[in-house]
């Protein structure tokens, strides 16, 4: 199968003004996702996909490739659907999509959501990875149940699965998932995600991968041992992401 990348970016971030065009060891936000989704080698092209002119600019200038797109899409997932549905992507049989603002988006991540949709023949893919009682608390990170065959169940921001006896504490181990947000779709799972309206599950807990669950699709969760560092949010995150670039570089990722 193959498999297109697309990197959504936007300027309209409110903790971060200017998020993709931030620079990150001097190079913009954006360019250095677009160096990290290509460096992966498990797409055959890797694109930006904007809306904006200067995001566009940015890119192209080192040497990237950009598709335009509208000003009005919601969400990532949907300006992603823009750029698969174009005449020029049609001969590719899986999407790809890794945020704009995951510079650090480990191998592990990238590669498991791509196989459960290349490989395992789900619809939908994604990663996930294990996490401890710090994170079940934690409203700020989403957390996946997955099923045996490795289907994801649910996503929340609750603590899943919930500890109702302590006697079972010991159940616990291994079965926080934190998500990690990357995602892999299969052509028509990808069209048949976008047209659907927006599910109350989702607006309840504002995770759009809700929408297609509730609607029967199946997504693979690929669960990998480190989920490695976070993404770019706000100015603190982009302090700590310059101080963390050149060990990550030097080390294994």
């Not at 080192?62 to 990532?76: A, K, Q, R």
């Not at 890794?98 to 592990?108: K, T, Y």
């Not at 290349?118 to 934690?138: I, S």
Request: contains cysteine; charged residues 25%; negative net charge.
């Amino acid at each position: 199968m193959r498999t297109l990348a697309v990197i959504p970016a936007r300027l309209g971030a409110t903790r971060l003004p200017r998020k993709p065009l931030r620079l990150l060891a001097g190079l913009p936000l954006v360019v250095r996702v677009w160096e990290r989704v290509t460096e992966t080698g498990l797409a055959e092209r890797c694109v930006v996909a904007t809306d904006s002119d200067e995001v566009a600019q940015a890119v192209r200038r080192h040497g990237g490739e950009v598709v335009m797109t509208s000003p009005d899409h919601p969400s990532g997932t949907d300006r992603v659907a823009e750029v698969a549905a174009r005449p020029e992507f049609a001969g590719f049989d899986a999407v790809l999509n890794v945020q704009g603002d995951e510079p650090f988006i480990g191998m592990d991540a990238v590669r498991g959501a791509v196989e459960m949709v290349t490989g395992r023949g789900f619809p939908l893919g994604t990663a996930a990875a294990m996490a401890g009682l710090d994170v079940l608390m934690d409203p700020n990170v989403v957390k996946v149940v997955a099923a045996d065959d490795g289907r994801a169940m649910y996503f929340s921001r609750a603590a899943i699965p919930y500890l109702r006896d302590r006697a079972d504490a010991p159940l616990l181990r291994d079965r926080i998932w934190r998500h990690v947000g990357v995602y892999a779709y299969a052509r028509d799972a990808l069209a048949r995600w976008v047209a659907l309206p927006p599910h109350p599950f989702e607006r309840i807990e504002r995770l759009e991968q809700l929408r297609p669950l509730a609607a029967g699709l199946a997504m693979g969760v690929a669960c990998i041992a480190d989920a490695g560092l976070s993404g770019i949010d706000t100015e603190d995150d982009l302090v700590r992401a310059n101080a963390d670039w050149t060990n990550f570089n030097t080390g294994p990722n």
